[in-house]
């Protein structure tokens, strides 16, 4: 039964000990997360090329099936920016039709690869990459607002991102000036929500603002009914769309699959990852992933788009007291209730306002400050990340993943290659050039109490930085100073260093400093360029591990009482 753990869900074990007390945090939670959820699911639904209720039906649906069946205690899932722009190509390509039948292959796909165990090889998707796209389709969803948040008087925008912005520049002067003043009023009354009210939910409360304005006002500004009709008050009867799966449209739709797969795997785990960071549990990565595949068949049922892990609405739903995968069934309950109760007061929703709550989506997607940062990352790193940047606004996302990973996979066997001979002449030698006979026994001897000394040995690249995640993380008693010895790593990339990066603001929250011994050579050089080694300050950067403890040893002594 213990070789099966890993494909029990989390919701079985939770609900095994449930009690009150517990269920009251979830219901808190889930109220608040389904609040959240309501205006970007209609948003996420209209920037793919559908209508709003398919949004709807694919947060309640999906919402519902990834808390109760994935392997996370938080998760919350539901439609998401990064499918935006994949669910945009295939609608105009495909039809509605064809997305099922892609949704439906990345399904199986899924749910092959939660049964083969694959989850954990996320962390071989390089950092830069997902960057790379995900910043990209940042861009495509603010390019795509721009029509409803000043209401431009034009035809449906071109799909190409060049073509797109040559048309809103020639119907420029067509603009609304009732439909532009509703969503810069939604813009401006979110950034003052997250400046000065940071524990509102930003999403909902701007839209009511918006809506109750435009309402009472009698504001001529398109809404969700004018352009899509009123929102339906149930569920669709559970159906299989009424297509035909023939060969070629197979063929045509199932790289749009793998995308779905790929997109959907990323987004959910690395959700998930973050989660367990916030909350210092363990998901189960290959029941997340079962879970996410039986989800996206359950939302092709209902009428709806891919979804996957939502991390914006998981670090709502942690922040709000969430404990187990009951509250993202409230959550989904919480949706429903709204739609069946409320559905004619969400069709009068104003188009502005969700354009401008799609924009503060895409802005917090961009992450430009960290996208600029991995700019001073090594030369293959930023070919990386420009190469998934570029093919996901230029081209379509699906090329930028197949391109980033096979450019990816490129690199990484050039780096070890070139790392090979390195590691072969140096690792036999202790930094000062001595051989090194019993180099635990000695340490055993010197180590001082509180103190923890770890050695990473080999190329830091992205399919080790996971490691670091584990140092730490789940001890009873968390160490005063942790020493990372550096000296046999020849070299490090942007995955690397952002995993150090997270674990020194980790090592910071637990009140433990972090030291690093014999970094050398082109990992000390690519640390400072990287900006590591002014964040950790180089005073805690040693070239000896003898000087390393001896600074621990007077940090251990300057804290006693």
């Known amino acids: 039964m213990a070789a099966f753990k890993e494909f029990i869900p989390k919701s079985y074990e939770c609900l095994k000990n449930y009690t009150l007390s517990l269920f009251k945090k979830d219901l808190l939670a889930g109220i608040t997360v389904g609040i959240i959820a ?39 899932g539901g439609p998401t920016g990064a499918f935006v722009v994949l669910v945009y190509d295939i609608v105009q390509r495909s039809g509605y039709n064809g997305l099922c039948v892609a949704t439906l292959i990345g399904a199986v796909l899924l749910l092959l690869m939660g049964v083969f165990r694959l989850g954990s090889w996320i962390k071989y998707v390089p950092h830069p990459l997902i960057t790379g796209f995900t910043s990209g389709i940042a861009l495509i969803i603010f390019s795509s607002q721009i029509k409803d948040f000043f ?101 045509d739709t199932f790289m749009d699959g793998i995308a779905i797969a790929f997109l959907g795997g990323i987004e959910s785990l690395l959700s998930a990852v973050i989660a367990d960071g916030m909350t210092g549990h363990r998901h189960r990565s290959n029941i997340e992933l079962i879970g996410q595949g039986i989800a996206n068949i359950g ?6 788009i891919p979804a996957t892990g939502a991390i914006a609405r998981t670090a709502a739903n942690i922040k709000t007291g969430a404990q187990t995968p009951v509250a993202g069934m409230i959550h989904a309950v919480v949706l429903f209730l709204i739609l069946f109760c409320f559905s004619p007061l969400v069709s009068k929703v104003p188009l502005a ?29 930023r070919a990386i990340l420009l190469t998934g940047f570029l093919l996901t606004v230029f081209v379509d996302i699906t090329a930028a993943i197949m391109l980033g990973m096979i450019l990816a996979s490129f690199l990484f066997m050039k780096r070890m290659s070139e790392a090979a001979k390195t590691v072969s002449l140096t690792q036999v030698f202790q930094e000062n050039g001595t051989e090194e006979r019993d180099p635990d026994a000695i340490f055993r001897k010197v180590i001082p109490p509180g103190v923890e000394v770890y050695e990473i040995q080999g190329p830091f690249f992205f399919g080790a930085a996971d490691m670091l ?93």
């Not at 813009?187 to 809506?211: D, E, K, N, Q």
């Open 38 to 76: 309501l205006p970007l699911a209609m948003a996420f639904a209209i920037a793919s090329g559908v209508g709003p209720e398919r949004g709807l039906y694919t947060a309640v649906i999906a919402g519902f099936l990834i808390s109760a069946l994935g392997g996370s205690r938080v998760q919350i």
């Open 151 to 251: 209401g431009l008087q034009m035809g449906t925008p071109p799909a190409g991102f060049i073509e797109k912005w040559i048309a809103y520049f020639e119907a420029c002067c067509a603009f609304e000036p009732m439909t532009l003043a509703i969503g810069a009023g939604t813009l401006a009354i979110i950034l003052l929500i997250r400046r000065y009210a940071p524990w509102l939910p930003w999403g909902i409360a701007s839209i009511v603002l918006a809506t109750c304005a435009a309402y009472f006002l009698h504001l001529p500004v398109p809404t969700v009914f004018s352009r899509f009709g009123e929102i339906p008050h149930t569920l669709p009867v559970p159906s299989l769309p009424s297509f035909s799966i023939s060969l070629q449209t197979f063929q």
């Open 299 to 304: 939302v092709v049922l209902f009428g709806g």
């Open 353 to 381: 306002a969700l354009a401008a709550v799609l924009i503060m989506v895409a802005w917090n997607m961009s992450e430009a400050h960290h996208f600029v940062r991995l700019l001073k990352a090594p030369a293959g790193d």
């Open 469 to 561: 995640k584990e140092l730490t993380q789940g001890t009873e008693k968390v160490p005063k100073v942790c020493i990372l010895r550096m000296r046999a790593v020849p070299l490090i990339d942007a995955s690397g260093m952002h995993a150090l990066k997270e674990f020194h603001d980790r090592c910071k929250k637990q009140n433990t400093h972090l030291l690093l011994s014999g970094v050398h050579g082109q990992t000390a050089k690519d640390l400072k360029h990287f900006g590591f080694e002014k964040a950790i300050g180089k005073d805690s950067i040693f070239p000896h591990i003898d000087a390393a403890l001896a600074h621990a040893a007077k940090l251990i002594e300057k804290e006693k009482p």
